[in-house]
């Protein structure tokens, strides 16, 4: 059976290639958590073109923790935790809605606040399993990776308005230079939001 081909099928369906493993036609699901469980072994039987092939595709290696288990519960959380159309779709109207993507990890919809939390802790661990572009299109949106640093920009844009009355920082601001930056990105990301 050719893999890639029905791999390509499902993107196509379905926006990714993270096929939870209860997808059923040509068993498709059990055959990509059987190469993510041999990849996480350090048992991968593929070779180094197929799995060039597969990261390609935006193919998923490993998971969110919790949400591969057996259960059927487990399985319909695999199914729409990581499905990055859904999860895209869902931070679309989560910025529609509150003009940011700022999720609050107790976010109950969808399980959307579950799902930022994980994002931003495999990020933080160095094991993000997103693809370059997922992350791309995260950052675009002006993700939040670390909030703690997120709210100490905040705070600084609160400390100047408060000392100047107002937030028209300089783009050169030799007192604060990151203060600068971030005034930069805050207007970059204003200009794209009104386009």
């Not at 593929?46 to 595709?57: H, S």
């Not at 700022?102 to 969808?110: E, S």
């Not at 002006?142 to 905040?154: A, H, I, M, P, T």
Request: aromatic content about 8%.
């Amino acid at each position: 059976k050719n893999r890639k081909a029905q791999l390509l099928r499902y993107k196509s369906e379905h926006g990714d290639v993270n096929v939870p493993r209860d997808f059923n036609k040509d068993n498709l699901g059990k055959w990509v958590r059987r190469i993510r469980h041999q990849h996480h072994a350090g048992k991968l039987k593929l070779t180094d073109e197929n799995v060039r092939e597969l990261n390609e595709l935006g193919f998923v290696w490993a998971v969110a923790p919790g949400l591969v288990t057996g259960s059927k519960k487990g399985r319909e959380k695999e199914r729409l935790g990581n499905n990055w159309g859904n999860r895209r779709h869902q931070l679309m109207a989560y910025y529609n809605k509150h003009n940011d993507i700022n999720v609050p990890r107790h976010y109950k919809p969808d399980g959307l606040g579950k799902w930022v939390h994980s994002v931003r802790m495999q990020q933080k661990k160095g094991r993000l399993s997103l693809t370059n572009e997922q992350v791309t299109y995260l950052n675009g949106l002006g993700f939040v990776w670390e909030l703690d640093d997120w709210r100490n920009k905040v705070d600084a844009l609160r400390r100047y308005k408060e000392t100047h009355g107002d937030l028209n920082i300089p783009q050169c601001y030799a007192d604060d230079p990151a203060l600068a930056k971030l005034t930069r990105w805050c207007r970059r990301q204003h200009a794209l939001m009104t386009k």
